[in-house]
């Protein structure tokens, strides 16, 4: 009897054990997915004061705790798109869209990072994917509409600023200066 109770009483020390190691590493790890969110946030803010440096280093602290986090690689890409790193912002968004395919912010920043780099053809098809991800990104009417000025495709240019101001992107008179230039006969 005394071996039954002690046999039981090992079954269920194991079972409670088993419960509170499954409870505890669960919590860790939505502790950890704070965390990730935290320096992702921090990170985040750090890039709107223009501090890239300390953003890339907070948005990398986040990938290392998280790395299915598809916002911190967007993120970090964008900072390193900011410091003109363009290869490595292109490498940060290839794999936010590896991990979430519909980020449409990850499209649009490797647009930008292709548009940078003279690579007109791809930001094209960035901006395309999108806008067809999502329809009123505006600005990916307008950076395509940039980037359809510098190919001289003029006409699609223009409608997509047209686009672009109908969602209330506020272009700048100057590229509407330029494009009315070059696209005589087309009224903007």
Not at 98 to 107: G, S
């Amino acid at each position: 009897m005394k071996n039954n109770i002690s046999h039981s009483f090992r079954v269920i020390l194991i079972f409670v054990c088993s419960i509170l190691f499954s409870c505890a590493t669960t919590q860790q790890t939505q502790l950890k997915s704070r965390d990730a969110e935290g320096y992702n946030n921090r990170g985040f803010a750090y890039c709107q004061i223009g501090q890239y440096d300390q953003a890339i280093s907070d948005f990398t602290k986040a990938i290392k705790m998280n790395p299915r986090l598809a916002h911190a690689y967007n993120n970090r890409g964008a900072a390193y798109l900011y410091e003109d790193q363009y290869d490595q912002a292109i490498s940060d968004f290839n794999k936010a869209i590896e991990i979430d395919p519909r980020l449409a912010h990850a499209y649009n920043n490797r647009g930008w990072a292709y548009m940078k780099k003279w690579r007109y053809d791809q930001a094209i098809s960035d901006f395309d994917k999108t806008i067809e991800i999502d329809p009123k990104f505006v600005e990916a009417y307008y950076y395509r509409a940039i980037v359809y000025f510098l190919v001289e495709e003029y006409e699609k240019s223009l409608i997509d600023t047209i686009k672009a101001q109908q969602l209330g992107y506020q272009i700048p008179p100057k590229f509407l200066d330029d494009l009315r230039k070059v696209a005589r006969g087309i009224d903007a």
